[in-house]
């Protein structure tokens, strides 16, 4: 039988790995950390989203220090993303519990999740530096609220900050990446605190698994913290077509696999 503490060091390798391998794709490490958590570490339902936004809260401070030391802080565009995710985090995070609970169901919502992002990641290429840039087509304050509640519902429901799925949009509608990285993190954390706050407080009137497990979710953060240190290391030296292309193929086969789960 294993001793005690396996399960946070093979929580803190994988993460380390996971993070390594999705920094350089552009993806966060707790998009694929959670279908590790259900299949590998046996995380119960609904008690794996909140442990997979801890990956969040420990894993991202560093990142927003060396953004705050470059005054790069993400000001409006990330108070406008948090109005959002925030009411939008508590929402995914209650329905979830109440409605959500199941890992059968849950199967499904991992599935609508990867699948988009899967292809996603496969079927487009890395913007290519233009001679001329191209006039910036900003969404309006009031649909990217909207959008950004959407985002934190699914967050909610999911176990990730949102900033993997904002972040593509943002840019493709004329934001510039260097305020789009430090907005879409700020959101992320703030978001993950919000809803791992939510979970707890939700877990007090329930008798099954909802609060976070906090050695693993701890454990998450650190290894992916020190995994988005190498991958970003690594991502000079792959070529960025490919490293996309393998992570999309590899976040497409694990959509497969739990939806094929879902509706068996």
């Known amino acids: 039988m294993a001793g005690p503490g396996w399960k946070e060091f093979i929580a803190l390798a994988a993460a380390y790995a996971i993070a390594a391998i999705a920094t350089p794709a552009g993806i966060s490490g707790a998009v694929l950390l959670l279908p590790f958590q ?11 989203t909140p442990t997979n936004l801890l990956y969040n809260i420990v894993a991202t401070p560093g990142a927003l ?7 790069q802080a993400g000001g409006k565009l990330a108070r406008q993303l948090t109005a959002g995710t925030l009411p939008g985090v508590i929402a995914g995070s209650v329905i979830r519990v109440e409605l959500l609970p199941g890992p059968r169901v849950f199967d499904l919502v991992v599935a609508a999740v990867l699948l988009p992002m899967g292809g996603w990641l496969t079927a487009t290429r890395p913007p290519r530096p233009a001679a001329r840039p191209a006039p910036a087509r900003h969404i309006p304050g009031p649909a990217l609220t909207a959008l950004a509640s959407l985002v934190g519902c699914i967050g909610g429901i999911y176990g990730i900050g949102g900033g993997s799925i904002l972040a593509p949009v943002l840019i493709t509608a004329g934001h510039p990446p260097a305020e789009v990285a430090p907005a879409a993190l700020a959101s992320t954390f703030t978001t993950s605190v919000a809803g791992v706050a939510t979970f707890t407080a939700l877990a007090i009137q329930q008798h099954g698994p909802t609060a976070p497990d906090w050695p693993t979710g701890i454990a998450l953060g650190i290894g992916g913290l020190a995994g988005a240190y190498t991958g970003a290391r690594l991502q ?5 077509l490919l ?3 393998i992570v999309g193929i590899l976040v497409l086969t694990i959509g497969g696999r739990y939806l094929w789960s879902g509706m068996a």
């Open 65 to 71: 220090y060396r953004y705050a030391r470059q005054h």
């Open 236 to 240: 000079a030296r792959l070529p960025d």
């Open 38 to 48: 259900v299949s590998v570490l046996g995380t119960p339902s609904p008690a794996v």
């Open 243 to 245: 490293i996309r292309r």
